[in-house]
């Protein structure tokens, strides 16, 4: 593969017809960055009007995963001084989400490993998404006072049943077929057929890496998911985030109870934001809607305490034990979920504007 140095945080290259994308900071778990994203939607831009590429690959350098997310320390840091650049790099990483949905050619994703928030964005509104036994898929941002991005709550709200609602407000990791089963990926190849699948990928001189995909397709190992239906669908159904945890709690499978532990971990004012968000993305015919949606909501928890205080608990101090304000459920008001749904000061994202 020709590419850039290696100090480089995206390498691109080249293999035939198959353009290639490597997120390139093993160490940082392939965190994005802005100069990741623009380094991104330049190369798609440029390989999409180009007729010797056929096709296009993401994986993500070293052996923890594809990518964990955003750049969440930068964006701590930012918040803390007034969050001037967040809302660029939300706006950059959000349109070239729409690219990769919308994107003529095929663009396969390797989602081995860890595949978190931004690292979901940039490979599950691919074409051909492949998991593998390592995967890790989740979009944890309830966790930290936000709500699920980069096309998170498109993809999630039209999961089965209540399938999306529940990794949604949890922040649950989900392993490849459950992944499958919630439409967050397609294939699953065991790591280490991902060698020959490389050189299969390589070969192809049509583009159809559908087709190059299935000799190394197998059945993904058992998931728990679609076994927790009747519960998941019964529990999260529910109007509200305290009738949802009141339905879990009353619910007699244990993994029912495990969920509103879980849910009671997360910003209160996250929760009740991410489930008006995902009632709303279910309504909404097209990603860019939502990404419009999202855009508004990333900057509006930008000026809130809970952004701050959850990736202080979770990646600074790394002690576990966020402090929300409000503290509970019943401190959140309507007011504080309307929020999310206003205008940025910087004004719209503007997506549903340029497809």
């Known amino acids: 593969m020709a590419a850039e140095g290696p100090e480089e945080p995206v390498l691109t290259g080249r293999t035939g017809r198959l353009a290639q994308l490597t997120l390139n900071r093993p160490r940082a778990l392939n965190a994005l960055t802005r100069p990741m994203v623009r380094i991104i939607d330049a190369a798609l831009a440029r390989w999409e009007h180009d007729e010797d590429v056929a096709a296009v690959v993401i994986t993500g350098a070293g052996e923890r995963g594809l990518c964990a997310g955003g750049d969440i320390r930068a964006v701590y840091e930012d918040a803390r001084t007034g969050g001037a650049e967040s809302p660029g790099f939300w706006r950059d990483e959000y349109l070239l989400n729409a690219r990769i949905a919308r994107y003529p050619k095929p663009y396969a994703a390797i989602m081995d490993g860890i595949v978190m928030g931004g690292g979901v964005g940039v490979s599950a509104h691919g074409s051909v998404r492949i998991v593998t036994e390592r995967s890790a898929v989740a979009m944890p941002e309830t966790g930290i006072g936000l709500v699920p991005d980069v096309g998170g709550t498109y993809l999630l709200s039209r999961a089965p049943g209540e399938l999306g609602t529940h990794l949604a407000l949890t922040g649950r990791v989900v392993r490849a077929a459950d992944a499958v089963l919630c439409g ?116 509006a928890a930008l000026a809130t305490h809970d952004l701050v205080e959850g990736i202080r608990a979770q990646v600074i101090d790394k002690d576990r034990t966020p402090h929300w304000s409000p503290a509970d459920l019943a401190g959140v008001t309507e007011a504080d979920v309307a929020r999310f749904s206003a205008t940025p000061p910087g004004g719209a994202l503007g997506a549903a504007d340029r497809s």
Do not use: M, N
């Open 184 to 299: 967050l990926a397609d294939h699953f190849v065991p790591s280490e057929l991902l060698p020959e699948l490389h050189t299969a990928f390589a070969a192809t001189t049509t583009g159809d890496l559908r087709a190059a995909v299935r000799p190394y397709e197998q059945p993904a190992p058992e998931g728990d998911l679609a076994d927790g239906r009747p519960w998941i669908d019964a529990c999260y159904s529910a109007e509200t985030i305290e009738e949802i945890v009141g339905r879990l709690l009353d619910h007699g499978d244990p993994a029912a109870k495990e969920a509103a532990a879980t849910v009671l971990t997360r910003s209160p004012t996250a929760l009740k934001a991410t489930l008006a968000a995902l009632r709303t993305a279910r309504r909404l015919a097209t990603l860019e809607e939502v990404l419009d949606q999202e855009y508004r909501a990333s900057c």
